[in-house]
């Protein structure tokens, strides 16, 4: 019921409710066109799938991993350190092999049942399709957080290392550097392992290097279609349909227009004098388009 005390308010939730409608049938309008053409075959999942499997597949990270160990490119490796990191992601792949046997995610069923979401909405079927990429990319996720962790160990014991050089040293408590004094086997100790540390840090970091990048590649593409997604959800289309004689909410300015009596229909009553006229100007549709652009370069909460 429209509020005649407070006519701006009912306007804006109407508007509010309109975008949210018009977003609703473009949403289903979207996933429905999906459908048909995963339908006649024109976008084909298992294709995708299939050549998906060959950049996250277990037999492709065991293969790169394998090329690591041979020492590429000329990188020196330091062999025992790099056969110990291997055996554990070669456990990570295999226990999620058996992972997958015992719970297949890339068959038909799975695939055509992401296949008929769309008909719930292009949103809906995007939601979908970034949950399946995030379960079926797991294991990659897991060896990139594991490097990401030894790799962090390593800058922290190196930087304590560095400072035990510098007779200083971390204070927990006081989250700042205080100065320290070490005896000779202290600091002899220290050399050592910093030392040891030193050696084994390329072939960690060649390791975080391979991974983090096939982990960033997959992170990209997931944001991406979460940034679609959210495009679909929030993107105010209605905009586009707003007549201008309708519009009395979203408004581009004021302008004052000078009329004599008579030659305006509602003046005719009045007196004889010269009157300002107060109006909305019009919203043209070049004003939709920036106005459209300008909700993306200022809505900070699009992630």
Request: charged residues 15%; hydrophobic residues 50%.
């Amino acid at each position: 019921m429209k509020n005649k005390q407070n006519p701006s308010e009912y306007y804006k939730y109407r508007e509010i409710l309109l975008i949210r409608i018009i977003n609703l049938i473009i949403d289903i309008f979207l996933g429905f066109l999906i459908f048909l053409l995963l339908y006649f075959n024109v976008i084909n999942l298992h294709y995708i799938s299939e050549k998906a499997q060959i950049f996250y597949g277990t037999s492709t990270l065991t293969s790169i991993l394998g090329t690591l160990l041979q020492n590429p490119l000329g990188f020196k490796l330091n062999n025992n350190f790099t056969s110990f990191i291997g055996s554990i992601l070669v456990s990570i792949l295999d226990k999620w092999d058996l992972f997958t046997n015992t719970i297949p995610v890339n068959n038909s069923t799975v695939l055509n049942f992401v296949g008929y979401t769309s008909l719930l909405g292009f949103s809906f079927f995007l939601s979908f399709v970034i949950d399946y990429l995030r379960f079926v990319t797991a294991h990659v996720t897991i060896i990139y957080l594991f490097l990401k962790k030894i790799c962090t160990l390593f800058h922290k014991n190196m930087y304590s290392l560095y400072l035990l050089f510098n007779g200083k040293k971390w204070n927990i408590l006081k989250l700042r550097v205080d100065t320290n004094y070490y005896s000779n086997e202290e600091v002899l100790l220290g050399t050592i392992l910093f030392t040891i540390l030193i050696f084994l840090y390329p072939t960690i970091f060649v390791l975080v290097l391979v991974f983090g990048l096939i982990y960033l590649i997959i992170n990209r593409i997931i944001y991406l279609l979460c940034v679609m997604e959210k495009i679909i959800l929030y993107t105010p289309f209605y905009i586009f349909f707003i007549q201008p004689n309708c519009n009395k909410y979203i408004s581009k300015g004021f302008k004052f227009t000078k009329y004599e009596v008579g030659e305006h229909e509602l003046l005719k009553r009045y007196p004889t004098n010269s009157y300002l006229l107060l109006e909305n100007i019009h919203f043209l549709f070049f004003d939709k388009i920036k106005l459209f652009i300008n909700i993306f370069l200022y809505f900070k909460n699009l992630e």
